[in-house]
């Protein structure tokens, strides 16, 4: 009889084994809402600030940084399959302040203008879905960021006199990491980084006649921690 148990008892483990990770595994059409804390942490390259047109204008390493910014993210994922999903990334907008660095622009002002930012991102995600808590995923896809309430600092303002700021809008690739650790069959926490290619033009045309241009690439890393819950 012991001879019978024991085959019994470890085809009843497996089959355990088996339906905990049916439980906590993806399955098509399912629905994962994720929030929490999201960093935006620019890793800029600045071109010269051009007076002008004149790069010189300003001194020969005149740029701009950009500093982080941490909000409430969202995304909202749809299973296609076991492994496949298709996220959209969202967020309460992201402020930052554009500083002078180097040159003679940098010894004028300190911050030169704030500005808010949404970045949506649509991304293809594979899920490594096998089946234990922690379960890992990569993503590529599409970022568009849109850039608004652009306004001059009260620094650049004393220094230059008034005026108003713009800085384009920006298509770009996105690419992320991720693990989801399941607690239960419906509840998760998650940890996720992004790259994000982000260039845009500011113009700053000032009340008095004159221009100031730069390009920067802003390249975010953006890094979140969140809660899911899977529908």
Known sequence: MKNVLKPLSLAAA???????GQAIAY?????IVRGGATTVAPDEDSGLVALNGSTAALGDNSKVSVDDDTQLGLTVEYMLNSNWGVEVLAATPFSHT???KGGTLSTLTDDVADVKQ???TVSAVYHFNNGEELQPYVGVGINYTVFFSEDLSSDTVA??????VELDDSWGLALQIGVDYH???RWLVNASVRWIDIDTEATIKLDSGSRVDVDVDIDPMVYSVMVGYKF
């Open 118 to 120: 949404l970045p949506p």
């Open 98 to 100: 554009a500083s002078a």
């Open 14 to 20: 497996i089959s355990a084994a088996l339906i905990s």
């Open 27 to 31: 399955d098509a059409g399912d629905w």
């Open 183 to 185: 607690l239960n069959e």
């Open 159 to 164: 220094v230059l006199g008034d005026g108003n």
